[in-house]
């Protein structure tokens, strides 16, 4: 592969990071073909700060505020939320989340980010998780940090159910896939039918 000028790295480094603000250095790294040194050179000189700083900025950007369940519940950091269509949130993978022998993240804990993303994208005071359909596309390991985005499919009135798709990425990678279907607390305005039977998140 051909070396880049300066200026055509630096260029798509910032075409790479505005497509993915959670892209980290090393991922950068591989991207661009250069040393790690080079990639945070390129950054101080074009004051776009590391990755967790970034992550800070847009978790303190205005968004939408969790109705569902408290934000303390929730599996990983919410930095991106309009109700009843999109959330992002971001999950660094330690210690205390993987097998000890093996370094691999528990599976409960990547399928409790995308579920509480699922419930805390909807816009009512109380969401129920009634049935998911997962698929885990491959481990995640130690250090890896799990970018889950949630996006409302379809909906059936205040009081019925939400359809959410969830995929979680560790950079440019699918891990985790879940097409969730939550119910809503607020009376039906159409009537289904039929008994629900629902877990709570």
Do not use: W
């Not at 399928?111 to 481990?139: K, M, P, W, Y």
């Amino acid at each position: 592969m051909e070396r880049l000028s300066k200026k055509e790295r630096q260029r798509r480094l910032l075409q790479i990071i505005a497509d993915n603000p959670f892209v980290t250095d090393r991922e950068l790294t591989r991207e661009l073909k250069v040393s790690i040194q080079t990639i945070r050179l390129d950054r101080m000189e074009l004051a776009i700060p590391e990755l967790r700083e970034r992550v800070k900025q847009m978790a303190e950007h205005s968004y939408d505020q969790v109705r569902s369940l408290p934000e303390v519940e929730v599996v990983g950091e919410i930095v991106d939320l309009q109700l009843d269509k999109s959330g992002i949130s971001i999950f660094e993978i330690r210690d205390e989340h993987v097998f000890s022998r093996n370094g691999i993240a528990r599976g409960h804990y990547v399928f409790g980010q995308a579920n509480s993303l699922a419930v805390a994208v909807i816009d009512d005071e109380i969401a129920l998780t009634a049935s998911a359909d997962i698929r885990f596309v491959r481990t995640v390991r130690l250090g890896e940090k799990c970018i889950a985005k949630a996006n409302v499919r379809s909906q059936s009135g205040r009081g019925g159910k939400a359809e959410v798709e969830v995929i979680t990425y560790v950079g440019e990678e699918m891990v985790f896939q879940g097409h969730f279907v939550v119910y809503r607390s607020a009376p039906a305005q159409h009537n289904e039918g039929g008994n629900i039977i629902a877990d709570r998140h």
